[in-house]
């Protein structure tokens, strides 16, 4: 059997599998999201570690013995400062963060020609401008550390007490050349980031290491487990729902990922990342919706009711909302805006609205800001998306997806995609066959059928944040 294990931001997955991927058993363990000053968002690395183990133990049970490999998945573009040890040096900075957004002029001032080596828009919250705010601000810790790693990078060192990188991660941080396949070693010195900070490369499928005997006891598991190196969070879905080229993804977790995958390295795109595949030679195309589940369970706990109630609560509104607009932008926005001082709320509230209102228009206001994400991506892709994610399963839900996208919505079940790709990176590492999985069958095809004018809709959505945009408080970023 092989083992998955998914550090996602607020939680970790751990799921035991199959030779053939069939699912065995599989757990998760929640920890927590801080955010210690406006705009930050940061993670205690000890308490990812504490609930790897918790869970992985629950996971394995007699079953140790015969995990023949671990894989891991994980959240990309945050950055861990630690020493050669794997202790860290301070609390994780996450993908959401944005105090960087303040230092993101070094990026703007490069050559344009290094610049384009990117082929990524600039974002506050990916690991190149946050260790750019690190050595601004706490330069005795930059000085300090010996290793600046992706959180599940982070998580195999302490695992086997070596220090490794994989192009799918890697290509998240902004000091990456997908076309090269290798640190952008030209535009870090141009930066004037250390390069030694920047963990030596394997191939995703690679074993990577093996379980001490310390990590082999915290985790209930035979020491000197081979660890493959893995691959980013949305990398290794992909694996594990089988996407093939040239048909769009949706993902609805904490954030929304509208992925494309092609066979090569695709171009740059406005407003879209390029990122590379956990296999050798490929890449995809990610429009990645900041808020959604998040900007939900904000909406959740603000209108004081348990996710049974608000489904029920939306549902009692008509289409539109009676004209209500909610912008999910809690923690800023990237695709479409990369704007990270973007803020949420609801809009032109009236006596009229009562709460199955403002319950509504924060499902449809997620639901729009896809949309707009959506638009960006290639027309020669396959009109149908791909639905997948734990944050998609409610068919009220599925339907007003379908509805305001105007697409067909093929709803696969692939319960912990991003922990089956890992597992099947485990199993490619120790056997060499191909990290593949045979496509998951579709559960159902959700038809829009909508006859609301969501266009309209769309519109006075787009609106309101072009004539907010201004208003936003820019200030504070930096955390000063």
Known sequence: MYLGLDLGTGSVKVALFGEGGEPVREASGAYAVQAPRPSWAESDPEEWWAAVGRVTREVVGEDGPRVRALGLSGQMHGVVLCGADGVPLRPAVLWADGRASSVLGAYRALPGELRLTLRNPVTAGMAGPGLLWLRGH????????????????????????????EPSDASGTLLYDPERDGWNFPLVEALGLRADLLAPLVPSGAVAGVLTPGAASHLGLPPGLPVAAGAADTAAALLGTGLPAGQVQLTVGTGAQLVLREEGVPGARPGLHVFRTAAQRGGYLLGAVQNAGLALEWARRAL???????????????????GLLFLPYLTGDRTPHLDPHARGGWLGAGLEHGPHHLARAAFEGVALSIREALLLLPETARPALRLAGGGSVHPWWRQLLADVLGRPLE?????????????LLARAAVTGRAPEVEGPRIQETVEPHSDHDWAEVAGRFAAAYGALRDWFPAGGQDGR
């Not at 706490?138 to 550390?145: G, S, T």
């Not at 790693?149 to 490794?164: C, F, I, S, V, Y």
């Not at 004081?304 to 009676?322: D, I, Q, T």
């Open 304 to 322: 004081r009711c348990e996710w049974e109630e608000f489904y029920a609560l939306a549902r009692e509104a008509e289409p539109g909302s009676r």
């Open 138 to 165: 706490e330069a005795d810790l930059y000085a300090r550390a010996r290793w600046a790693l992706q959180p599940k990078d982070w998580l195999r060192l302490r695992l086997t007490g070596e220090a490794h990188a």
């Open 411 to 423: 709803g696969v079940e692939v319960p912990g995609a991003s922990a089956l790709g890992a597992a």
